[in-house]
């Protein structure tokens, strides 16, 4: 029988920021949700709040930001990407392999060309 390799990932996505607090949460759990589904398992949750995004996507200038890790089987990966995509409150979604969990987000300021 084989095993089943499984990995480390970082998740980021984006919520649209017209949806209430309530269809937010229900939005963020469908996403969870599918992850467990697959048997992965979650490790950390960064909520990144309501921010500016660098440009528009189909009209929409802000959204909710949130940044996941979580081990997941590798083939569960393309199933969910297919679910993401179905997903109509999800604007943008980004899925990375990575070597460990980061357990604080730190962004250092850009400096200023010219």
């Not at 095993?3 to 937010?24: F, V, W």
């Not at 398992?41 to 909520?47: D, L, R, T």
């Not at 899925?95 to 969990?101: A, D, N, P």
């Amino acid at each position: 029988m084989k095993k089943e390799r499984k990995g480390l990932y970082e998740g980021m996505y984006i919520l649209s920021a017209t949806l209430s607090d309530d269809s937010r949460k229900k939005a963020f759990e469908k996403i969870t949700d599918g992850i467990s589904q697959k048997g992965g398992e979650i490790h950390k949750i960064h909520e990144q709040g309501r921010r500016k995004m660098a440009y528009s996507i189909d009209g929409k200038r802000e959204g909710y930001y949130y940044v996941l890790y979580f081990t997941a089987p590798t083939q569960a990966i393309l199933e969910l990407w297919k679910e993401y995509h179905l997903h109509e409150d999800l604007i943008r979604f980004l899925t990375m392999k990575v070597e460990k969990v980061q357990e604080t987000l730190e962004f250092k300021p850009l400096k200023a060309v010219g």
